[in-house]
């Protein structure tokens, strides 16, 4: 690709973000439009260790429902882990690269800023799913997929968590393995009747420099030259799935099943 087809490229996909309402149900990362939210403002009660009170507002005029939002949280975890073939082959394929995953330890329900829909710990390997906002299963299916692909990067190999490349890498690969299809790219702004071809791509670009932008608190232009550095090479890494997963389509009970043939699994 040529140099003015590259600039006219990210260009095209600067104006899609500018004009994407940022707030897709299957996405960790709910909006950037507030940079400078730290980790502690966005995962108040995982930081601090205290659980969150509904306020006198939330309380009067009922949306304070933390305790019973936990214990719907918890059924739908217990209920993606044992049906969701996706998320039984990343916990599989989480013990096939050395880190057990037990439910009870490394996955939390709790009380988060509305921005944000999970996310994963490194120093504590545990998930985070913000139960306030994944509030039915087809989210918490969504939100516990993408972050253990993180999991998954972070155990296989040597992930630094501060450089931004490694952040963009695994983002892509979230995007691509778990978000993006052709019906969730129409709802991004990116499926376009003549340009069927870089659909995809476009939609995991997008996904992936939101997410940086967020995760690292940088502006779009570092964080999608970020993604668009390491673009090629971590599309390409299909781990532990082997395929680009379809819609409405087997492609996650294929990989499920052959996921002996890969070392995943016992």
Known sequence: MGAKAQDSQKSRLAADMKETTIGAVDMDVKTVDKPEASP???FPEHFSG???????????????KHNSWKIKCEHHVVSVLRNSAPVKLLSEALKGVGCEFDISRHVLCEHCDESVGGGFDPANRQIVICQNVSTTEGKVTSVLAHEMIHAFDYCRSTFDFSNIDHIACSEIRASALTHCSFVSAMFQGTAKPWDFRNTHQDCVKIKATESVMSAMRVPLDVALASVEKVFPKCYADLEPFGRIPRRNSRDCDKAYFERFYYGYGS
């Open 40 to 42: 502690k403002t966005r």
């Open 50 to 64: 205290q659980r969150v009170k509904p306020t006198w507002k939330e309380t009067i005029y009922g949306f304070g």
